[in-house]
């Protein structure tokens, strides 16, 4: 039996003002098409994007690929993309790999 709490996904809640990309539980290469699909729209809708980690449990090396590629994709497009991760599963290992500072912490971006 597969416990579906140890699943991941990339849900997409496009606002007004901002796009969400909410991420939960396991994030790694098994999301990859919606990782490809929740970048497409991210890069599509004409508004920031947030990406919200604060359900995250786990996130592989596909995970923070994802964050990164959106990330530096958006800012080649002129979308601003920040992050929301309260708990920092996303935030520590992107601090490690040098890359934290690149992206802005969305709670202090966004009301």
Do not use: K
Not at 51 to 66: H, N, P, R
Not at 86 to 93: E, G, I, K
Not at 98 to 111: M, P
């Amino acid at each position: 039996m597969i416990e579906l709490a140890a699943m991941g996904s990339i849900r997409t809640e496009a606002g007004p003002e901002v796009l969400e990309l909410r991420l939960a539980g396991e994030i790694d290469a098994a999301l990859r098409p919606q990782a490809s699909e929740s970048m497409a729209v991210a890069l599509t809708a004409g508004t920031p994007v947030v990406i919200d980690a604060s359900e995250v449990t786990f996130i592989d090396s596909a995970g923070i690929a994802f964050v990164m590629q959106l990330h530096h994709a958006g800012s080649e497009a002129g979308i601003d993309v920040a992050l929301r991760d309260p708990r920092r599963v996303l935030r520590d290992v992107l601090d490690m790999i040098g890359y934290g500072d690149q992206i802005r912490d969305a709670d202090a971006v966004v009301a």
